[in-house]
């Protein structure tokens, strides 16, 4: 159903209206560090649910569920004492902690797609964290895109995919980090990183004092963890070949680093936490303005650079042809 989708501005009073229009059911996409997320009451069955509609997202993949500190978490999940450690070092920030659901967590079945687990992050985003702090309950929020599409790190993508679709966007300027949390399985035995994202799995494996499975590559055949997984996903209209030297007719390069040549660059310092922070933006441009065909260059596969590539192979990957 068609509906208008308000423009908020994140002072004191917008936080409030925000809030309110949680409460109440609606969904509201607001800021975190990494992407825009489309937030519903996680409680609340018919707002999760509508989640899923405004998004056109398969009900079998679950939710992350945004709280304000590890308080609030352990109403939620149980954790270890490396569950802990992973969230004393990292939240607020970037990483998404994947635990066993407690008992009596009175989250919507719906957010966990009826999984013994759930997904938690507390963000660092200014906004985000006032937000959830005066709403005062559990958020969940996938990144605030129509399903399959690029993730939004403006308000404007927000509204360029899910205009009349959700009652609010609460506009705090483009994202810090750009590409989505990492996601670290800590529910099982070993450590396992379903997502390569803001955190490194270098610096998880730092933190944590012990090696991280990364379960983050592409996999075309194996039943994926995170959906996230399935190797088409994160994907502009525009075609993209990745590592290239140079663009080939009717390309537009995408250049990394101060000797590439380009039409447009990620960082021309070589600097990838900037070319994180550009990424989605330069793909939702480039869509913008009709280009088919991006020829990118190499980016290190290292720190971020893994985030960066496994967003690039994603939106290079075959597309199912709708
Ligand atoms: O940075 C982010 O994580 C953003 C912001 C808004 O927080 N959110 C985000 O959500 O990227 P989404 O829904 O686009 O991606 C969440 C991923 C999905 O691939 C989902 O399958 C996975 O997290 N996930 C959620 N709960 C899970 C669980 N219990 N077990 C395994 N994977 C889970
Ligand atoms: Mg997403």
Same mark, same amino acid.
């Given at each position: 159903?068609?509906?208008?989708?308000?423009?908020?501005?994140?002072?004191?009073?917008?936080?409030?209206?925000?809030?309110?229009?949680?409460?109440?059911?609606?969904?509201?996409?607001?800021?975190?560090?990494?992407?825009?997320?489309?937030?519903?009451?996680?409680?609340?069955?018919?707002?999760?649910?509508?989640?899923?509609?405004?998004?056109?997202?398969?009900?079998?993949?679950?939710?992350?569920?945004?709280?304000?500190?590890?308080?609030?978490?352990?109403?939620?999940?149980?954790?270890?004492?490396?569950?802990?450690?992973?969230?004393?070092?990292?939240?607020?920030?970037?990483?998404?902690?994947?635990?066993?659901?407690?008992?009596?967590?009175?989250?919507?079945?719906?957010?966990?797609?009826?999984?013994?687990?759930?997904?938690?992050?507390?963000?660092?985003?200014?906004?985000?964290?006032?937000?959830?702090?005066?709403?005062? !309950? +559990?958020? /969940?929020?996938?990144? $605030?895109?129509? @399903?399959?599409?690029?993730?939004?790190?403006? *308000? %404007?993508?927000? #509204?360029?995919?899910?205009?009349?679709?959700?009652?609010?966007?609460?506009?705090?300027?483009?994202?810090?980090?750009?590409?989505?949390?990492?996601?670290?399985?800590?529910?099982?035995?070993?450590?396992?990183?379903?997502?390569?994202?803001?955190?490194?799995?270098?610096?998880?494996?730092?933190?944590?004092?012990?090696?991280?499975?990364?379960?983050?590559?592409?996999?075309?055949?194996?039943?994926?963890?995170?959906?996230?997984?399935?190797?088409?996903?994160?994907?502009?209209?525009?075609?993209?070949?990745?590592?290239?030297?140079?663009?080939?007719?009717?390309?537009?390069?995408?250049?990394? !680093? +101060?000797? /590439?040549?380009?039409? $447009?660059?990620? @960082?021309?310092?070589?600097?990838?936490?900037? *070319? %994180?922070?550009? #990424?989605?933006?330069?793909?939702?441009?480039?869509?913008?303005?009709?280009?088919?065909?991006?020829?990118?260059?190499?980016?290190?596969?290292?720190?971020?650079?893994?985030?960066?590539?496994?967003?690039?192979?994603?939106?290079?990957?075959?597309?199912?042809?709708?």
């Amino acid at each position: 159903m068609k509906q208008f989708t308000a423009e908020i501005t994140p002072g004191k009073e917008g936080i409030v209206q925000a809030a309110e229009l949680l409460a109440a059911g609606k969904l509201v996409a607001f800021p975190t560090e990494t992407v825009y997320g489309l937030g519903a009451d996680a409680r609340n069955d018919a707002a999760v649910q509508g989640i899923y509609q405004a998004k056109g997202r398969p009900s079998v993949n679950p939710l992350i569920v945004h709280i304000p500190a590890i308080e609030q978490a352990e109403n939620l999940a149980i954790f270890s004492d490396l569950a802990r450690c992973a969230a004393q070092a990292f939240w607020p920030g970037p990483l998404t902690l994947v635990l066993p659901l407690r008992p009596g967590h009175g989250l919507s079945d719906r957010v966990t797609a009826g999984l013994g687990t759930v997904g938690l992050r507390v963000p660092a985003a200014p906004v985000a964290r006032a937000l959830l702090t005066a709403f005062d !309950g +559990p958020v /969940a929020a996938p990144s $605030a895109n129509p @399903s399959g599409r690029i993730s939004p790190t403006t *308000a %404007a993508h927000v #509204l360029s995919g899910l205009s009349g679709r959700i009652a609010a966007v609460v506009d705090g300027g483009p994202c810090a980090v750009g590409v989505e949390s990492s996601i670290l399985d800590l529910s099982g035995g070993a450590p396992e990183l379903l997502r390569a994202g803001g955190i490194s799995q270098a610096a998880l494996e730092a933190a944590l004092g012990r090696p991280v499975i990364n379960q983050a590559q592409i996999q075309d055949n194996a039943q994926p963890n995170a959906p996230g997984q399935m190797s088409s996903h994160y994907a502009p209209r525009a075609r993209l070949r990745l590592n290239a030297k140079a663009a080939e007719p009717g390309e537009v390069y995408l250049g990394f !680093g +101060p000797t /590439a040549p380009g039409n $447009a660059t990620l @960082s021309a310092s070589g600097d990838l936490a900037e *070319a %994180a922070a550009q #990424l989605f933006a330069m793909l939702h441009r480039l869509d913008a303005q009709g280009v088919e065909a991006i020829a990118v260059a190499p980016i290190p596969e290292r720190g971020l650079g893994q985030a960066l590539n496994d967003r690039l192979r994603r939106a290079a990957a075959p597309r199912p042809s709708s």
